[in-house]
């Protein structure tokens, strides 16, 4: 009789236990899914707030200098910009000598550095043996460490006299003769101005465009080279064909990322320029840009109107940063709108 209840009792016995199982598993599956959900929401807004930090500091960074330019912006309007007049003596000030010596050296820098990193990319990724890769990729990536002001002390004693000694005279005998150009490289030849600020520059930003490129060149899938070589295409058709249409958003990261230090250099190019507030057509004549004018007038303005002045020039500079970004965004959508019609 027992041995009977036994075995009528041990079947409900194992479904209770089961149903107990059961629900202790639902139990803790449903804690697990209540942690990950906390977990993913405080994720979530973590990340979201660590982007809008971002936002909140680009705000308040312009709010800020619109706020310290008013002044400038009230007494001078639009025409600071077009004003060639800098006087802290009579309070009269106008940002276009700035304006053209930043954007003038930059565009130097650019139209210097751009072939010359592309080289180095192409060499460093391409064509270079392996045992030289790594020891001539840690150099650039060195030389992109250096700090600005061992550019600009080395451009003011050692490239600027070689530079106003023989570079100077031998493009005034030759470009300086053509009928156009010609103005450009004319002009007093002392080794510092507008095109030595440039080539510092452009010795500047090589390091990071070159390093940028390299980067981006290296992740060009392998497969697609070697299709491509396979089909009897140069090592020049690769790059023109293959390499450059897979990395081009890359490629105009790193050169706005060069534009960029270019555009907001300080030191080095306070060094070079010249520090003077004069507007000429030859590229030999010294020059002043946005940042060295803040670099050299920052401490020492003492009006309300100058200090306003100074903001309006780094008022400028963003903007003209924001464009130039713009300007590339707006090429890259281009440059996607027709691959899709083809």
């Known amino acids: ?52 930090s971002v936002l909140i500091v680009l705000v308040g960074i312009i709010i800020s200098l619109i706020i310290g330019a ?27 000598i700035a304006i053209v010596g930043t954007v003038v050296t930059s565009l130097i820098a650019l139209l210097v550095a751009f072939p010359i990193s592309f080289g180095i990319a192409l060499f460093l990724t391409e064509i270079c043996p392996a045992a030289l890769r790594r020891p001539l990729g840690t150099a650039v990536e060195l030389l992109a460490g250096v700090p600005s002001i061992i550019y600009g002390m080395w451009g003011l004693f050692i490239f600027a006299p070689l530079f106003g000694d023989y570079v100077q005279p031998a493009l005034n005998k030759t ?19 507008i095109l030595t600020a440039g080539l510092i520059l452009a010795v500047m930003i090589i390091p990071f465009i070159a390093s940028v490129m390299r980067d981006v060149f290296e992740v060009v899938p392998a497969v697609l080279k070697e299709s491509a070589y396979g089909l009897g295409c140069t090592k020049w058709e690769v790059v023109r064909k293959v390499v450059l249409p897979y990395t081009k958003t890359g490629v105009v990261g790193g050169v706005m990322l060069g534009l960029g230090r270019a555009l907001g250099e300080t030191m080095a190019v306070t060094f070079v320029i010249g520090n003077a507030h004069k507007l000429s057509w030859s590229v030999f004549a010294p020059g ?45 959508m281009g440059l996607s709108r027709r691959e899709g019609s083809k």
């Open 175 to 193: 470009l300086g003769q053509l009928p156009v150009i010609g103005q450009l490289f004319k002009g007093p030849m002392m080794g510092i101005g």
């Open 1 to 52: 009789m027992n041995a009977h209840l036994s075995s009528i009792a041990a079947p409900a016995v194992d479904k209770v236990r089961q149903s107990i199982e059961k629900d202790a598993a639902d139990k803790a599956m449903v804690s697990t899914m209540r942690r990950q959900r906390l977990q993913d929401f405080l994720f979530h807004k973590i990340t979201l707030a660590f982007a809008l």
């Open 288 to 332: 002043n840009s946005i940042a060295s004018t803040l670099a050299n007038e920052f401490a020492e303005a003492e009006s309300g109107l100058h200090m306003a002045s100074l903001y309006s020039l780094g008022l400028i500079l963003f903007v003209i940063t924001f464009i130039v970004l713009s300007a590339a965004k707006l090429m890259l």
């Open 70 to 96: 008013w002044p400038a912006i009230k007494q001078f309007g639009p025409a600071f910009i077009t004003t060639v007049e800098w006087d802290p003596v009579n309070d009269q000030y106008g940002g276009l």
